[in-house]
């Protein structure tokens, strides 16, 4: 409908502004229907009711009609009709009829003068069509962003310009603009005609862009819509299905003037970019031909990251934590996190000697911990950047991780002062997987770190693979979309649009507390390293790159001929900055030891010595006493709040646990609890995590009851335990192995006093966890002085259900062990045992006890120290009726045995032990089944090694020198490829001085971990009892 506008005060033409200007003022504040303003220009005396008193009580008249004709008088109705029907000035008013008996009846046949109804239709349609072209730039504006800094390439992969945008003269030159203007005007997409460019419409409540005007000509639109959506800034949010947030949105980017920076902003900002860049040319200076991964093509990055810091804090934020590949990297620590330059510098020098233990890393993958004063805010922030390997966006999750832990620990429960930082690669971040693992973890309960800043560094090539070759998707980044996070795209050649789309991105997480994605589209001015040529590959791209003015030149000029800065200021600041890098270079020359741990990007105050050692090496006994047992137990075996109702078959399950306790026994459910329990009651913070841990994918755990009448009421026993215990978190994990895995790993490395679990499904599912185990858990205290006590539960046994799920490759994990095979250890060593642990990477056990699964449990957080913890766990002998434990092997005094010896009648008469088998986990009931049946208890003993890494050499030489006349054999029931055997017999060698032979009694080598035929795993399995027990099986061998 048109919008009645009359001024009787004004005689001439008004211009669409004015009338603009004019609706405004007078605009009643409840919403009304949407239509054109139409100006009358007709003398005063061609409608005569209208004067300037009368205008504005029309004006509320029309309104009032707008929404419903039936509400004015039938006079009025018609003079409304027949204006918005574009009767001719002075024809729309009809005189009222005479009051006379039939008057009423004669204004009630009273018409219209023309059919307003079509006129109508094609206003209606206008608006539409009006509507829907502002919809088409909300939605698809980003297709025609001038984004690339180069001016080469579409970010979007896509030179064509979307059907339903008319795209502003940069993008098109004139004479394509005017063809398009005119198919999507006349007779075309929207049926506008070319003169409507100049009318007024009402705009819809779902935008922005008439800031205090609530209508504008159609040329005025399109214009506001271009500089909103089509200029450096390319805004992707219309996929979200919240309203709130896509208005949010859109009153951020379309608000006219809204993105504006004061004179001082602006000199903070080149201060930032001048030390970005100098920084680098400084290090290009120095070492021209060393690998630094730098930051050319892209230094707007650290004034961005700085932004998104700056305005996080000003919002609450404390502490952030930031993960990120390795270009760039040396610049964040130097501009962002403030490393020490010469901290920086020295580590060029090769001469440079370690001082730590471990291997150390290169100087690009090292983090850094660090809490300084923000001089923006003026307030602490603490900054972290974690380590990582070359593996790029292995490191996400673990980043994700460490951000849910430290909120946990400080009670942070809406990530209002924990956050995080993710930086990626254009590639990289479209191609990994584990990128799109780590966004589904965003939003899930115990896993959500309540939003997350994702800044994408977009070169706009991999390492030499053209992005057109590197992915599917129009953009790298619409991974995103899958969590709804809106994603802004800004080129990287506008400082000030980046600074905005940044402090807008921290703006959303702290209002929305969801994840949001910055893509910085720049460029990488060298190759892929500086030592690589990229010419081989992109030759035309880098012949543009080579003509490129650097941001910071831009910029600069760009201020310079603003007035906001002048030329000596500018080039003050830059030597300002360079004095103080070669400052810090004359300062790095007397650095001649490296000290990894100054690198450190997760401190444990207190935990260690100010030098970093533990504080004693022994461990306490982990054993219980019977009364903390029995409590334990009762409350495992009970529901422990009222109107609870369990399922039937979990009560029977709850009645054999009771039996348990009574019997002072437990199984393995149990003694986990046991383990559980007593931790938590000491103050442990205890996680386990992983998929369908609550129940337990044998349903042997059961730490979650549900409630059989109620929806979603749930029972965490554990947290019932003890009035002011530590809280239990048990979370059934997103069907992920390598994030899951990551994330945990993250989360225990954040305080040494939490029990932190991943237990994969069954145990090969680690195998597409490998990258988190091969980078970071099995190296991470070599390389980056980092310890970790995080435990892999990895559910493990021959059990003839094929070869899936059969084994978790115990072989992959002893290979990465560091000990030396060949070289016996000194075994009078004080506290030999503890020695061994600390020198190792990781703890490796398989044990054949509940007892033992409870001791390691236990030791795993009374060490000294924290080291993985890789345990292979049982799946039959979860109920095994010979798989119990006695209370008596766990109460006060007693420890994880490394190596259960024979306690049978061989050990009584070991004179007469004619062979000594050693074997580990499940095994062993295998043969001692065996051994009863064919009456060999005296003539063979069994020894269980429990933990096979670190190696027990002086356990497993005084069994040797007990039995003086048996031969010695290594039975197991993995293929002889696979499982311990060429761990196992090496050291099993070393430790008798090579005196004996180590026989081998288990499956023949394999491809695969097991057979899928049922008869033929029993075939073998009872082929390797068979060599195991027959005496005479290794004589044609000697």
Not at 481 to 502: G, L
Not at 510 to 533: A, I, P, Q, W
Not at 831 to 850: E, G
Not at 866 to 879: E, M
Request: aromatic share 10%; with cysteine; hydrophobic share 35%.
């Amino acid at each position: 409908m048109f919008h009645l506008r009359t001024c009787a005060a004004k005689l001439r033409p008004l211009t669409a502004s004015q009338t603009v200007k004019t609706f405004s003022q007078n605009r009643p504040a409840a919403a009304r229907t949407w239509g054109q303003v139409r100006c009358f220009t007709a003398p005063v005396a061609a409608e005569p009711f209208l004067s300037g008193t009368s205008s504005n009580y029309v004006e509320e008249m029309y309104y009032a009609w707008l929404e419903n004709p039936k509400s004015v008088h039938k006079s009025w109705d018609i003079f409304f009709r027949n204006t918005n029907a574009g009767a001719p000035p002075g024809t729309a008013y009809q005189s009222p009829l005479p009051l006379s008996p039939g008057s009423l009846s004669a204004m009630a046949r009273a018409q219209p003068l023309v059919d307003a109804q079509p006129n109508v239709d094609k206003l209606v349609e206008d608006h539409l069509a009006v509507q829907s072209l502002i919809r088409a730039y909300q939605i698809r504006g980003h297709h025609v962003a001038q984004l690339d800094p180069l001016g080469i390439l579409d970010a979007d992969l896509d030179s064509s310009v979307p059907a339903d945008i008319i795209s502003s003269t940069d993008k098109l030159d004139l004479a394509v603009f005017k063809e398009r203007l005119r198919m999507l005007t006349v007779g075309g997409f929207y049926g506008l005609d070319e003169s409507d460019l100049d009318k007024v419409f009402h705009l819809p409540t779902t935008t922005f862009i008439g800031g205090q005007e609530s209508a504008l000509p159609l040329r005025e639109i399109i214009r506001r819509l271009e500089m909103a959506y089509c200029q450096h800034i390319g805004v992707e949010f219309m996929f979200i299905n919240d309203l709130e947030q896509c208005q949010w949105i859109r009153q951020k980017f379309e608000t006219p003037g809204i993105m504006q920076f004061t004179n001082e902003e602006k000199r903070t900002l080149l201060a930032r970019l001048v030390r970005s860049t100098r920084f680098e040319d400084f290090l290009q200076r120095k070492w021209s031909s060393e690998k630094r991964f730098g930051l050319e093509g892209c230094e707007v990055l650290i004034p961005a990251l700085k932004t998104i810091i700056d305005k996080s804090s000003e919002n609450g934020v404390d502490y952030v934590i930031m993960g990120m590949p390795h270009r760039g990297r040396l610049n964040v620590l130097a501009n962002v996190i403030r490393k020490e330059l010469e901290q920086i510098f020295c580590q060029f020098d090769s001469k440079l000697e370690a001082a730590d233990e471990g291997s150390g890393d290169v100087k690009y993958h090292l983090g850094m911990y660090h809490r300084r004063i923000n001089r923006v805010t003026d307030r602490n922030i603490t900054l972290s950047l974690v380590a990582n390997p070359s593996h790029l966006e292995a490191a996400d999750p673990v980043v994700m991780g460490k951000t849910k832990a430290e909120q946990f620990y400080c009670g942070d429960t809406e990530g209002k002062k924990v956050m995080s930082i993710l930086l990626h690669g254009d590639a990289a971040f479209a191609g990994q997987g584990i990128v799109y693992e780590t966004f589904h973890l965003s939003d899930l309960p115990s896993y959500t770190t309540h939003g997350t800043v994702h800044v994408v560094v977009n070169n706009q090539i991999g390492f030499t693979t053209d992005p057109r070759m590197a992915r599917s998707s129009p953009y790298p980044t619409d991974v995103a979309r899958v969590v709804n996070a809106p994603i802004f795209h800004v080129n990287s050649d506008d400082p000030e649009a980046v600074m905005y789309v940044c402090k807008v991105a921290a703006e959303w997480r702290s209002t929305f507390h969801k994840d949001v994605v910055v893509d910085l589209v720049c460029y990488r001015r060298n190759g892929h390293n500086e030592m690589d040529e990229p010419m081989f590959t992109q030759p035309l791209m880098y012949k543009q790159i080579r003509k490129q003015k650097p941001v910071l030149q831009k910029y600069a000029e760009l201020l310079v001929s603003q007035g906001v800065v002048d030329q000596p200021e500018y080039e003050e600041e830059i030597s300002k900055y360079d004095r103080i890098c070669e400052e810090a270079f004359t300062r790095s020359k007397d650095e001649k030891i490296l000290h990894i741990k100054h690198w450190l990007d997760s401190p444990w105050p207190g935990f260690f010595t100010l030098d970093g050692q533990p504080r004693s090496m022994t461990c306490p006994s982990t054993g219980l006493t019977e009364d903390i047992l029995t409590h334990i137990g009762n409350v495992a075996s009970s529901v422990p709040v009222e109107n609870f109702t369990i399922h039937g078959g979990l009560s029977r399950i709850l009645k054999t646990r009771g039996e348990l306790v009574k019997n002072r026994t437990v199984d393995w459910a149990l003694a986990e609890y046991m383990a559980f329990g007593s931790l938590l009651k000491e103050g442990i913070h205890i996680r386990l995590s992983g998929q369908d841990v609550e129940r337990g994918t044998f349903s042997h755990r059961h730490h979650v009851l549900h409630d059989q009448n109620v929806d979603k009421k749930t029972c965490i026993p554990m947290n019932h335990l003890w009035p002011n215990q530590a809280p239990y978190t048990v979370c059934n994990s997103s069907l992920s192995e390598y994030g899951v895995l990551g994330f945990e790993l993250g989360f225990a490395m954040a305080s040494p006093n939490a029990l932190v679990l991943w237990e994969a499904q069954f145990g090969d599912f680690h195998n597409t966890a490998q990258c988190i185990i091969d980078q970071f858990i099995c190296p991470g205290q070599a390389k980056w002085v980092r310890q970790n006590g995080i435990v892999l539960l990895l559910p493990h046994g021959m059990e003839g259900m094929g070869p899936e799920h059969s084994s978790a490759r115990p072989e992959r994990f002893l290979q990465m062990c560091n000990d030396d095979p060949d070289v016996l250890p000194n075994l009078e060593e004080a506290n030999f045992d503890i020695s061994q642990l600390y020198d190792c990477n990781w703890v490796v056990v398989n044990c054949s006890t509940p007892g033992n699964f409870f001791h390691v449990l236990r030791r795993q957080i009374l060490l000294p120290f924290r080291k993985p913890l890789i345990i292979f766990t049982p799946k039959s002998l979860l109920r095994h009726p010979e798989a119990r434990t006695s209370f008596d092997e766990m109460l006060s005094g007693t420890h994880f045995q490394r190596v259960i010896p024979e306690d049978g009648l061989a050990a009584q008469n070991p004179e007469n032990v004619k062979r000594l088998l050693f074997c580990t986990g499940k095994v062993y009931y295998d043969l001692t089944r065996e051994r009863k049946a064919r009456g060999m208890a005296e003539q063979v003993a069994i020894t269980r090694i429990e933990q096979l890494s670190p190696f027990p050499f002086d356990l497993l030489l005084r069994e040797v020198q007990k039995y003086p006349k048996a031969e010695l054999a290594w039975c197991q029931e993995e293929h002889k490829n696979q499982g311990y055997y060429d761990y196992v017999k090496p050291r099993l060698r070393t430790t008798i001085s090579r005196a004996k032979p180590v026989w081998y009694a288990g499956r023949d080598p394999a491809a695969a971990p097991a057979t899928g035929n049922k008869k033929t795993h029993l075939t073998e399995l009872q082929r390797l009892l068979d060599t195991a027990f027959d005496l005479d099986a290794f004589k044609n061998f000697s």
